[in-house]
């Protein structure tokens, strides 16, 4: 006669010593502190940032090719629609929608020892960290876009969105943009400390 073996038993032991090897693994690991851990912070803003209504020249660069990237995203949807060229009035209506619209997935974040902006248009989105936004971020972004569309013209911007140049590269990188190297300000967190 065959002997006769309860595999629910067996499995439930299998089960058992599995869970035991995968804990004394684990605890052997963080007794070893072989596990790594990731720590977040906010970046540490000081009384420019947190006070002064317009934006700080260190985080002009970052601005400016934010709501570059705003202007052309809308436009794209707004031409995408029309079959012809924007009226002056869409255009006008298309720039005040930008400007008058939501800035609130922008801040600041500490991106390889530099604070910079971060959100939709920028690389420093998906760097990881945490982003300190609200504030006056939203207000100095707003404020930023209404000077560009007052100093250069809704048509003008519109010009050179249907132009091979793009709105970033006119706007930003150009000689008198704020990305532009002699213009471009950095601020590394590190001199910021010492400064304190």
Same mark, same amino acid.
């Given at each position: 006669m065959a002997a006769m073996v309860d595999c629910s038993a067996l499995s439930v032991l299998h089960v058992l010593f599995?869970?035991? !090897?995968?804990?004394?693994?684990?605890?052997? %690991?963080q007794k070893e502190q072989k596990l790594?851990? @990731?720590k977040f912070s906010g970046p540490d803003v000081n009384s420019e940032e947190s #006070?002064?209504?317009? +934006?700080?020249?260190?985080?002009k660069c970052d601005a400016c090719r934010i709501i570059a990237y705003k202007f052309t995203e809308t436009l794209e949807k707004v031409t995408?629609?029309?079959?012809? %060229? !924007?009226? /002056?009035?869409?255009? @006008?209506?298309?720039f005040e929608e930008v400007c008058e619209g939501s800035w609130d997935d922008y801040g600041i974040k500490e991106v390889d020892g530099l604070k910079r902006l971060s959100g939709p248009g920028l690389e420093t989105k998906d760097v990881p960290?945490? +982003?300190?936004?609200?504030?006056?971020?939203?207000?100095?972004?707003? #404020? +930023?876009c209404f000077n560009y569309v007052g100093n250069e013209g809704e048509e #003008? !911007?519109?010009? @050179?969105?249907?132009?091979?140049?793009?709105? /970033?590269?006119? !706007?930003?990188? /150009?000689?008198?943009?704020?990305?532009?190297?002699k213009n471009k300000k950095v601020k590394k967190v590190e001199e910021e400390k010492e400064e304190l």
């Open positions: 599995v869970l035991v !090897l995968l804990f004394t693994t684990c605890a052997r %690991a790594g851990s @990731i #006070e002064s209504l317009h +934006m700080p020249d260190y985080l995408k629609k029309k079959t012809k %060229a !924007l009226s /002056e009035s869409d255009i @006008i209506d298309t960290g945490v +982003m300190q936004g609200g504030g006056k971020w939203p207000f100095r972004l707003k #404020e +930023m #003008e !911007l519109y010009d @050179i969105f249907k132009s091979k140049t793009t709105l /970033e590269k006119f !706007l930003c990188k /150009e000689k008198n943009g704020p990305c532009h190297p």
